[in-house]
């Protein structure tokens, strides 16, 4: 897919949780990019311009609009930017980047997302669950029940689509869910699945070791790194 520069203009902006923001943006209709992919944003703060990266969190399909899912950092550039940024607001965007994108195997497919690495895998659910009759489970960490978002979405689609099952997991807290890191959610039987898996560099590593461990191919796990 060719890539793409234009001026993106927001249109909506809202808080998920108390530091993870949803932005929307009305984007040309020509723009075009496979689930999973990011792209990167012209970000001002404090006289400086810098393009930061951003993985798509609407599907495909969903054309002339873009969504993004985004933790904020208080103190970094780009949240500090995030903040100050307001609804009719125009930013330079660029993309589609990237190869973390959706296999069609005929393995199961596990994505396993923390914060907002959950963010590629609800473009790959919306725009494949339909389309798809194999098994999906997502993995989602968080630290605590209030840092959870598209809880409701992520449950309406397990209701949906019975190939499709949903572990919200909290690391630092207990609640009638699931709770420790998401590597305990793998499971024993690691063959026959495809491994996607996206956060910060640490759980993306520990995640990746513990699958090769026992015995999962390297080809089977894919990864996006957001640090
Ligand atoms: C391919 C790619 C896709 C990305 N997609 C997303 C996305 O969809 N949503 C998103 O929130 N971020 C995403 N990021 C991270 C994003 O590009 C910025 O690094 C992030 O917004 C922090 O930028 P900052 O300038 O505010 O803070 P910085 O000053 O650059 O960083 C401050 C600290 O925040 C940590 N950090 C960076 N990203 C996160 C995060 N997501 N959660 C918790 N801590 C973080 C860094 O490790 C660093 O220690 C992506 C990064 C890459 C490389």
């Given amino acids: 897919m060719a890539i793409q520069e234009f001026e993106a203009e927001v249109i909506s902006k809202k808080y998920l949780t108390k530091d993870v923001i949803e932005l929307s943006f009305s984007i040309p209709e020509t723009f075009d990019f496979q689930a999973g992919q990011f792209i990167m944003l012209r970000l001002f703060y404090e006289n400086v311009y810098k393009f930061k990266s951003y993985s798509i969190l609407n599907s495909p399909s969903q054309k002339g609009k873009l969504d993004l899912c985004i933790k904020i950092i208080d103190g970094g550039f780009a949240s500090e930017a995030f903040k100050l940024l307001n609804i009719g607001e125009y930013l330079t965007m660029r993309g589609p980047f990237g190869q973390f994108t959706f296999k ?50 992520f449950q309406a689609l397990e209701k949906n689509f019975s190939h499709f099952s949903y572990c919200p997991t909290l690391s630092q807290e207990t609640w009638e869910g699931y709770s420790g890191r998401v590597q305990k959610h793998l499971g024993e039987d690691l063959q026959n699945k495809d491994f996607y898996i996206c956060g910060l560099k640490e759980m993306v590593l520990e995640t990746q070791e513990y699958l090769l461990k026992r015995g999962v191919a390297p080809e089977r796990i894919h990864f996006e790194r957001y640090s």
Avoid: C
């Avoid at 005929?106 to 339909?130: D, H, N, R």
């Fill in 104 to 153: 069609d195997t005929e393995k199961e497919a596990w994505f396993i997302g923390v914060g907002t690495g959950v963010t590629p895998f609800y473009s790959m659910l919306k725009e494949y669950l339909p389309k798809s009759q194999k098994n999906f489970r997502l993995i989602f960490g968080v630290r605590k029940k209030e840092d959870l978002f598209y809880h409701e979405e």
